[in-house]
Structure formats: structure tokens, C-alpha cells
């Protein structure tokens, strides 16, 4: 009897893991900041400022900085996930923008928003 007591907690354990990790689990605040380090700090640089690494004389646009309110407080966050999702041609914007929407989960897309949201300290327009 303890034997079967035994093996049945250690199923229930492995559910319970296994249901942790694949629960839908809203994406950690920690995750959307790695998130925007592998994806977005290449051309938005690390701090958001639009200054990454790729960013040189050449590059034909200027990426958006992501620290400037006044600037960001004019996009809803329909708007920064649809630009994520869709790409910068999707909203009249740069093409070297590109698409992550199947890259990207919607929910690490939302994530992706809070935390553009937090460089800016800024909400952003209703819509």
C-alpha cells in the first residue's frame, strides 16, 4: 500500500509539472525583457534608446526609441502589437521592421507591450 501511495503522488507530481509548464502561463516580466534583448536590441539597443548594435550610418531608417513618452504616448498598445506582429509595412512604417507574429506568441507579443510600456514610463492612447 505505501508503494501504490508512493507511485500515485509521483504521477501527481509529474502532472502538476507538466500542467505548470504547459498551463499557459502568462509570460514573466523577466521573459518579456529577454524577449526584447534576443528579438527587438539588435536594431532598439538594450536600454530601447533605437541605437543597436545594427544601427549604423547605412541603415536606412532611424528605429524608434522607445524611451521617448511624448512619442510613444501617441501609439495604443493595438497599435505597438499589430507593428510586432504584422511587421512595419503593416502600419506605413519601415520594412526593415519585421514581422514576429509567427515567431512569437500572442501572449509574448502582450508581454512584449508591458515592457515597451515600462521604457517609456508612459501609457499609451486609448484604441
Not at 527587438?40 to 524611451?67: I, M, S, W, Y
Request: glycine share 10%; proline share 7%.
Amino acid at each position: 500500500m505505501p508503494r501504490q501511495k508512493n507511485l500515485s503522488m509521483a504521477i501527481l507530481s509529474v502532472v502538476l509539472i507538466v500542467f505548470g509548464l504547459l498551463g499557459g502561463n502568462p509570460v514573466q516580466a523577466a521573459d518579456a525583457e529577454q524577449l526584447f534583448k534576443f528579438y527587438c536590441a539588435q536594431c532598439h539597443g538594450l536600454e530601447g534608446k533605437g541605437n543597436g548594435p545594427n544601427v549604423g550610418k547605412e541603415f536606412p531608417v532611424d528605429p524608434r526609441n522607445f524611451t521617448k513618452a511624448e512619442e510613444m504616448q501617441k501609439l495604443s498598445d493595438a497599435d505597438i502589437k499589430n507593428v510586432v506582429m504584422d511587421g512595419g509595412p503593416s502600419a506605413s512604417k519601415s520594412p526593415m521592421m519585421p514581422p514576429w507574429g509567427k515567431t512569437l506568441t500572442e501572449e509574448e507579443v502582450d508581454a512584449l507591450v508591458k515592457y515597451l510600456r515600462k521604457l517609456c514610463n508612459c501609457t499609451g492612447k486609448a484604441g
